[in-house]
């Protein structure tokens, strides 16, 4: 039998390795494997075997916290799930057969890879390589192939391991910081080109109409996330199965923000189809190719934040 165990906490890799060792020389235990990222650990195993198993991890794994300046071990309980992030078969292979969100969280370096090829991993990362390739008129199997070819050795993104409310907390901080930080001068940068090379390239005034109905979408959905939806989230995973309000509650704000995520991805698709893929013209100044730079880091870093919620955050609050 498998079982796989989640230790949160888990932040001594010294320790993670030694536990790790420990437990492929429990009789009965025939294979093991862990990552840190997760952190977890799944184990090969007869069934006679999981209580050491268990004790095992109970007694050699622990994790680092400073209280008053003073670091102390702390002790930590694994924790049954269904299968560790790390084990969820970063294939060597893509296959058609998997879902663009899978493919990223996965091989989060492969995001690149399905923009150049205009599939949609964040909006419609639910759908599989081979539905989204053949609706843009390419071959499913040699994008897998070349996907394959293009992929890196890399663990599964650190996040795509994290429960609902450690997962909203990251894309507040992450995603949400990247905004604040970022449309302000994106907009300066905007306004600035357009002043200047507006008169040769006509084609800036959508760029600046795209990029204002952009912000316009982005930034109350910022808020609404943030004061509305997210602390709804932390309630409901705080609370304990029995208590937790009904999940149909929470469905209808999820259907309005997948319909959020669809208009702010049309505006990200028109904004690169005016740019001709935020491609600066040769006349372009150095403000010209920094906006642009922007533009498309803007885009990149979007796909990315909605795919965790569509792909990620949605689906582990509906399972429960």
Known sequence: M???????????????????????????????????????????????????????????????????????????????????????????????????????????????????????????????????????????????????????????????????????????????????????????????IVTVHGERHPELAEVQHLYNQLRADLEPHLVREEQVLFPEIRRFAAASPGQRADIAELAEQFDQLADEHETVGGLLEQLRAVTGGYAAPEDGCATYVACYRALAELEADTHLHVHKESNVLIPALRRG
């Open 2 to 192: 498998q079982t796989s165990l989640r230790i949160d906490g888990a932040n001594c890799p010294n320790c993670f390795n030694e536990t790790l060792d420990a437990l492929a020389l429990v009789e009965g235990v025939r294979g093991v494997h862990g990552s840190i990222d997760g952190p977890c650990i799944e184990i090969d195993h007869d069934d006679a075997a999981l209580d050491v198993i268990v004790g095992t991890v109970r007694n050699r794994l622990h994790g680092i916290e400073v209280f008053s300046n003073e670091i102390r071990m702390v002790p930590l309980d694994p924790v049954a799930t269904s299968t560790c992030i790390h084990h969820r078969d970063a294939p060597h292979h893509i296959d058609p057969a998997m879902t663009l969100g899978d493919i990223v969280t996965l091989h989060p370096s492969l995001a690149a890879e399905l923009e150049r090829r205009g599939l949609d991993y964040c909006c419609h990362g639910a759908r599989t390589l081979a539905e989204s390739a053949d609706e843009v008129g390419l071959d499913p199997r040699v994008v897998a192939d070349e996907l394959s070819a293009a992929r890196v050795d890399e663990p599964p993104a650190a996040w795509a391991s994290l429960g609902p409310a450690d997962l909203i907390d990251h894309i507040e901080t992450v995603h949400h910081g990247y905004l604040r930080a970022e449309l302000s001068r994106i907009n300066a940068l905007i306004d600035k």
